[in-house]
């Protein structure tokens, strides 16, 4: 994906926070960009703003944005160094799936994102995600896999909110998100982009 040339982060934020293309605008409080640098390596992918978030127009701020505030410090991943978003940025109404035409709609603000970062992998969690962007349909049977389209790495994992039901898969997401570091830290060691 090619990023327009005057397009920027803030433009888009601006443009989503005032967003009428889907019917996740009508009851939505505040709709959540995203959040994190443009220089990020990483970018973390979830499936929409759940109550929190919709609250303080932020990504993972309430409950599985605790879970994954903590697999990130595990990891040794700091999270002002990577860019946090999800596959539409309203709310759906009682935490409902998003349905394919709000993530049509939200996709190309997407799109346009990871044209701007370029990360070096792309963290999808959970399922929605997953879906979405790769058309798959099993974490449990991919996660803690890279899978390349179009010249992007993916990094599959599971949805941090799932371990809030099933502890056991704490301790997966925890290897994987450990996983994911060990993998950025070899990218860096063994590209040349970094010294050119
Ligand atoms: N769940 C998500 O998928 N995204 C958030 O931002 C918060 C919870
Ligand atoms: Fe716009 Fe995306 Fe919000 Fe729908 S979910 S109103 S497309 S920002």
Known sequence: MVA????????????????PLCK??????????GEGQLSAKIMFIGEAP??????KGR???????????????????????????NVVKCRPPDNRVPEEDEAAACRPYLDRQIGLIRPKVICILG??????????SSITANRGKIVEKAGQKYFLTFHPAAAIYN?????????????????MKNEGKSSMEDYL
Do not use: M, W
């Open 4 to 19: 327009q040339k005057h397009d920027s982060l803030e433009k888009i934020e601006a443009e989503v926070r005032g967003c």
């Open 24 to 33: 996740l605008a009508r009851t939505r409080k505040n709709a959540v960009p």
């Open 50 to 55: 759940g109550r929190s978030e919709d609250e």
């Open 59 to 85: 990504p993972f701020v309430g409950a599985a944005g605790r879970i994954l505030d903590n697999l990130l410090e595990k990891a040794g991943i700091e999270r002002s160094q990577v860019f946090i978003t």
């Open 127 to 136: 399922r929605t995600a997953y879906t979405s962007l790769l058309g798959g």
């Open 167 to 183: 502890k056991s898969l704490l301790s997966a997401l925890e290897a994987d998100l450990k996983e994911l570091a060990k993998e």
